[in-house]
């Protein structure tokens, strides 16, 4: 078993985002999947850099709220949502709050799952 633990230490401020994050790759031992993630920490009031990529991302808040953009639709989330951004689509994160809102997030890229991912999104079995 190999188990990462993190602190706030560890966090370290990625200016191209406005957060805090820790990655988790490289992890020593431990062989890279085919995705990537991080532990991210935005601070009270911060919003994340608007921005979008070629990979799809899901977001796990774990703690906090705030208001997730994804293109032109805007929602609350919390504790407990998770939210999917399909590659390609602009999006950010504001911490409507008083204290700090951690979700962890995972990105992939599209051809690591034949496209499963978008097909589920728009509702297609994607078999």
């Known amino acids: 078993m ?3 633990s993190w602190g706030e230490g560890d966090l370290v401020f990625e200016p191209d985002h ?3 994050g820790k990655r988790l790759f490289p992890w020593a031992g431990v062989d890279r999947p085919g995705w990537e993630a991080a532990w991210v920490v935005l601070s009270p009031h911060a919003v994340s850099t608007p921005h979008a990529h070629h990979e799809n991302e899901v ?3 774990v703690e906090g709220k705030g208001t997730m953009r994804i293109d032109d639709e805007v929602r609350p989330v919390g504790f407990g949502d998770t939210i999917f951004v399909t590659r390609g689509s602009e ?5 409507d709050a ?5 979700y962890l997030s995972v990105w992939w890229d599209p051809a690591a799952d034949g496209g499963r991912a ?3 999104e728009r509702g297609v079995a994607g078999r």
Do not use: K, P, S
């Open 2 to 4: 190999d188990v990462l």
């Open 18 to 20: 406005n957060v805090h």
């Open 59 to 61: 977001f796990f808040i």
């Open 91 to 95: 999006h950010e994160l504001t911490n």
């Open 98 to 102: 008083d204290t700090r809102l951690v």
């Open 118 to 120: 978008e097909a589920a």
